[in-house]
């Protein structure tokens, strides 16, 4: 699936289940919500906090959140994803071509 088809259907969702899209900033607010949901689980599995007992979250499902309501932004802001994520790419490939080559941290 391509990022626009990924639009493509998400919008086909909002309009098919959900009575319309929740305002930008609102869904500003959901995208802080479920990226803390991610930060979370990141904590717990690969950092130093311990889960809880009924704790216990899917990573994976809490990222396709962050990029449902990432997508739902896009769509009522007017921004193809899939142009700029390709922008983005040629970008950074240009900026750090060698700059992480030279890093003897990696």
Do not use: P
């Not at 626009?4 to 098919?16: K, M």
């Not at 959900?18 to 803390?36: D, K, S």
């Not at 979370?40 to 990029?67: C, P, T, W």
């Amino acid at each position: 699936m391509t990022l626009e088809e990924a639009q493509s259907q998400v919008d086909q969702w909002i309009n098919n289940h959900g009575v319309r899209y929740f305002n930008e900033l609102t869904n500003m607010a959901i995208l802080t919500e479920e990226v803390g949901e991610v930060a979370r689980i990141m904590s717990r599995q690969y950092g130093e906090q311990s889960f809880k007992a009924e704790e216990h979250k899917n990573l994976g499902q809490e990222l396709a959140d962050v990029l449902f309501v990432l997508i739902c932004i896009a769509n009522q802001t007017g921004v193809n994803l899939q142009n700029e994520f390709q922008k983005n790419l040629e970008k950074k490939a240009k900026r750090d071509h060698n700059r992480h080559h030279q890093n003897n941290k990696l």
